[in-house]
């Protein structure tokens, strides 16, 4: 499985590996904020890392396939100390029916919209890593259950078929113009390349973590962000956050 980084080289990397014969390392000042284990962007050191970084706030795993999503946040949750929750579980054992199968009862909106009234109920929790449920199903492929997927950092892994710099961009821009929600409301996204195994899981887990760390350094007000977000009542104001008493449904601001 490869995973490819595309776009310029980010300065607050430490190690990047050009070809077999040299290795430039980078050395940024110390943050005093944040205290990293090491200067290798390895597994414990990330995980120590953004667990400060993120003070709290819960994790999404929102990609296209179920069980990625699932696999990924079981290595994150370990990693990071969070609870693991499954949208797919909780809701199978609400229903008492697969989602096949409740698919097949009441369509695919019943199941959209009894994960959106799982997430309602997640919103306001801390510390959790939670795995949607993926494809056209699930409720992030709908732009109505976001303002509960807003209360946490949301990591859309998506499987893909690039193979370079230019094709990346190509099947991002596909993506966008489709209508796709990962690529306009998720915070990261992380592509995948090549066929899924499940032993992948943790490489993966660590990237979404990297991804994590650099969006999280470039605004380190974003976790508290989403903390006052939550306690607002996650009205869907994400990421222009309106002053208390905002009515959603009138949009004057009025209570």
């Not at 284990?37 to 414990?44: F, G, K, N, Q, R």
Request: hydrophobic share 40%; proline share 4%; glycine share 10%.
């Amino acid at each position: 499985m490869e995973i490819s980084l595309y776009e310029k080289i980010k300065p607050s990397e430490t190690i990047w590996l050009l070809d077999e014969d040299q290795l430039i390392v980078n050395l940024k000042k110390q943050d005093p904020d944040v205290k990293w284990p090491d200067i290798m962007e390895t597994w414990e050191s990330l995980t120590v890392g953004v667990a400060q970084l993120l003070k709290g706030t819960s994790v999404y795993l929102v990609g296209e396939s179920s069980e990625i999503n699932y696999r990924v946040s079981r290595e994150l949750a370990v990693g990071l100390g969070y609870t693991p929750l499954d949208t797919k579980e909780l809701l199978e054992t609400f229903t008492k029916q697969t989602v096949d199968s409740l698919v097949t009862a009441e369509g695919s909106n019943a199941v959209a919209e009894t994960e959106r009234a799982i997430l309602e109920s997640l919103s306001s929790h801390i510390r959790s890593v939670v795995a949607t449920i993926g494809g056209r199903h699930g409720a992030a492929a709908r732009g109505d259950s976001w303002r509960h997927l807003y209360s946490g950092f949301t990591v859309w892994l998506s499987q893909s078929e690039a193979k370079d710099e230019a094709a990346a961009k190509e099947e991002a821009r596909m993506n966008i113009a489709s209508g796709g929600q990962g690529f306009t409301n998720a915070d990261v996204v992380v592509k995948l390349g090549g066929d899924w195994d499940n032993d992948y899981s943790k490489a993966v887990a660590q990237a979404a973590l990297s991804a994590l760390k650099q969006l999280i350094l470039s605004d380190k007000k974003l976790p508290g962000k989403k903390g006052l977000y939550i306690r607002l009542g996650c009205r869907g104001d994400w990421p222009n956050i309106k002053p208390p008493g905002w009515d959603p449904s009138s949009g004057t601001g009025a209570v």
